[in-house]
């Protein structure tokens, strides 16, 4: 099983920027050898949203809300997402999540394994 922890999270003003960072650990044992890598988002009363997802190939997707804004990485087991320019819209939880096989147009239900979170909070 694939574990995933996030951090970077914090307050930050509008205009502001944040690096989140996911480490994880890959299943020694799965039959898998691509990953769909992802970060999502959500905040209370509404569904995660896919912010940004990076094939095993390493095509990139991102939602429409944070292009141009935000960057998503990779480097040896760890995931990034740099944000920029950050709006009171961008305030959520934003998870890391990771799945056998391709991004699947970043439908939250497809994605197998999921971190705890870290909060983001942007103020006007």
């Known amino acids: 099983q694939v574990q995933l922890a996030e951090s970077g999270g914090g307050s930050v003003q509008a205009g502001g920027s944040l690096r989140l960072s996911c480490a994880y650990t890959?299943?020694?044992?799965?039959?898998?050898?691509?990953?769909?890598l992802a970060w999502f988002r959500q905040v209370p009363g509404k569904d995660y949203e896919g912010v940004s997802a990076l094939e095993g190939d390493g095509r990139i997707t991102y939602a429409d809300s944070v292009k141009g804004r935000f960057t998503i990485s990779k480097g040896q087991n760890s995931l990034y997402l740099q944000m920029n320019n950050l709006k009171p819209e961008d305030t959520a939880m934003y998870y890391c999540a990771s799945t056998p096989g391709w991004c699947r147009d970043m439908e939250a239900a497809e994605f197998l394994y999921w971190g705890q979170g870290t909060q983001v909070t942007v103020s006007s």
């Open positions: 890959d299943n020694p044992g799965s039959r898998y050898t691509n990953y769909c």
